[in-house]
């Protein structure tokens, strides 16, 4: 095996995920929405948490205000939020 394709093979993290790894579900413009996507989630016994909530002071990189939410529980929260599983 070469060297280069050594490397590339460990800096990619092909690992499937684990149960208990957060995984973004979604993003949005800002934190409010953020917000009340997380708690449609956490109403419906999701757990769920806001990423990037600085977002609002440093708009000249906006990525994005993200939503996380356990592996585990990706599908039910795509389902709820209505989010097509890709």
């Known amino acids: 095996m070469s060297l280069l394709k050594r490397l590339k093979e ?3 993290d ?9 995984v973004r579900i979604s993003t949005y413009s800002n934190v409010e ?3 009340i996507a997380k708690g ?4 419906n016994g999701i757990p769920a948490m806001v990423e990037n909530t600085a977002e609002i002071y440093t708009p000249q990189i ?9 592996y585990r529980d990706y599908a039910a929260a795509c389902k709820l939020l209505g989010i097509n599983m890709e």
């Open 10 to 12: 460990l800096l990619s």
């Open 14 to 22: 092909t690992r499937p995920p684990e149960p208990d790894d957060l």
């Open 33 to 35: 929405e953020a917000s």
């Open 40 to 43: 449609c989630l956490e109403a």
């Open 62 to 70: 906006k990525q994005g205000v993200g939503v996380l939410v356990f």
